[in-house]
């Protein structure tokens, strides 16, 4: 099994790919044309709706053209400043220090601060009456459970708020979200030096993660679905970080049973948490498993008390295995009903929403990968664990309102695959199979789809709102 430092043994520095340069700017040219086709013919014309886009009715025409070509003339023109940057970028770029690491935090937090959104999605706005007090479930009440971690913050920021600088709740959870979005940059950046291993690796595996629609969720997003996407992104920091330099289990298990209290989609951690020691020991001694197995006592122990502390607060008694939402709607669907072609579309256009550029480089993986020898990557197999566990969810959870209105729900699911394109990225760049300029090409083409979607939320602008919240 290859791990993160067998990599940079091969690839200390990136090896220019000369017999694929070309190959790199046919997936600039293709993938510039089918995102026009999706804005300009698709996203208005499809007999089904294509939601994951509309917003791109905020804007002009002439901005929505100026969105799609960026990306490729931007690349075309910073083309060579880009590869000689990339060859001058030291192995291990610096900045793990206390104070980088705390300017890091600092300037993330001032961006989602400012950019947050106004405009409310889904239940966002139900979120603030249960906060203020004006709806009919109380913060301890029947919906609790669903995010108990999640809520305790949310009021906790919002008892502070009030006294502290006479907030609102809804700015109070904006500042709670923005918080925690400062936190991810910080673990993410972390956690890119198991992605990449070489300077320019760990950069593009940094902003390719970082560029993901679903980094909405930290711009003053609202609902209960930021802080669980906050503690999955510990947790595969913790699992990269002891699958590939043999550290403790113990991180791991305490960070996916925290995850869990934030919001039960975390449970879906659970495939690749248990993949985890059989990557790396191939195979697993009957010591490496007790280990393991002791490892979780912590975890298990932490929801123990958490489920106590939560009684002694008022909770309800906690149910489980209960398959419905309020009185009768499933919590999951059939599978009739998940494999649907209405719903698979709807699935794909969350994902092309929350990660625009994330199946991309999974493809062009997988269709270069059938000439190069088979060098299988722990790391890359534990992500790619993680990424098939969150589609089931995908598929399979049953969110109460359209997907539309739900795409925070399921924008944790993007995670585990932006950090999967994310190593692959950079071992390709590592090993010489791809060019800094595809590298810099494909952060910017996410960035054209997300950039936008964050702006437009920011600004509240209403062209979009009528056709997103709409009937179908």
Not at 52 to 79: C, E, N
Not at 210 to 233: D, I, K, R, W
Not at 258 to 287: C, G, K, Q
Request: glycine share 8%; proline share 6%; charged share 15%.
């Amino acid at each position: 099994m290859t791990s993160a430092d067998d990599l940079a043994a091969h690839a200390v520095s990136p090896a220019p790919p000369t017999a694929r340069r070309d190959r790199s700017w046919l997936t600039v040219v293709g993938a510039t044309l089918v995102l026009g086709v999706l804005v300009f013919v698709v996203a208005p014309h499809s007999p089904w709706p294509f939601w994951s886009l509309l917003f791109f009715r905020d804007y002009p025409w002439p901005l929505q053209l100026a969105f799609v070509l960026a990306p490729a003339v931007l690349t075309v023109g910073l083309g060579r400043a880009v590869t000689v940057a990339a060859r001058r970028i030291p192995a291990r770029v610096p900045g793990t220090r206390a104070t980088a690491l705390l300017s890091m935090a600092l300037a993330s937090l001032a961006v989602f601060w400012l950019l947050r959104e106004r405009r409310h999605w889904g239940d966002a706005a139900y979120t603030i009456d249960i906060l203020e007090g004006r709806a009919d479930v109380g913060p301890l009440g029947r919906y609790f459970w669903k995010e108990p971690l999640d809520r305790l913050l949310s009021v906790l920021f919002t008892s502070a708020g009030r006294s502290l600088l006479g907030w609102g709740a809804e700015s109070s959870v904006a500042l709670m979200s923005a918080l925690a979005g400062s936190a991810f940059v910080v673990a993410l950046w972390l956690a890119s030096a198991r992605l990449g291993r070489t300077g320019p690796g760990r950069l593009f595996a940094f902003g390719l993660t970082l560029s993901m629609g679903a980094s909405q969720l930290f711009f003053g997003h609202v609902e209960n679905y930021t802080l669980v996407t906050l503690l999955m992104m510990m947790f595969f920091r913790e699992g990269l970080e002891a699958l590939t330099t043999g550290g403790s289990w113990i991180p791991v298990w305490l960070w996916a049973a925290v995850a869990v209290t934030a919001h039960p989609l975390a449970s879906f951690l659970i495939a690749p948490l248990l993949a985890l020691p059989l990557l790396r020991e191939s195979p697993p001694t009957p010591v490496a498993l007790r280990r393991f197995a002791f490892a979780a006592l912590p975890g298990l122990a932490y929801l123990g008390l958490f489920y106590a502390f939560c009684r002694a607060l008022g909770a309800l008694p906690l149910e489980i295995g209960v398959n419905r939402f309020g009185e009768a709607s499933p919590v999951f669907l059939g599978l009739s009903e998940a494999l649907s072609a209405r719903h698979l579309w709807d699935v794909a256009q969350n994902y092309l929403l929350t990660l625009p550029a994330g199946a991309l480089v999974v493809l062009i993986q997988w269709r270069r990968r059938r000439g190069e020898a088979d060098r299988r990557d722990a790391a890359s197999v534990f992500l790619g664990v993680a990424a098939l566990s969150f589609l089931v969810f995908s598929l399979f959870m049953h969110g109460i309102l359209r997907r539309r209105r739900d795409w925070d729900l399921f924008a944790p699911a993007a995670l585990p695959v932006a950090l999967l394109a994310a190593r692959l990225l950079a071992g390709r760049l590592e090993r010489g199979r791809s060019t800094p300029l595809l590298a810099f090409f494909l952060v910017l083409f996410s960035l054209a789809v997300s950039g936008p979607w964050i702006v437009s939320n920011w600004l509240d602008r209403p062209a979009a709102s009528a056709a997103l919240f709409g009937r179908d």
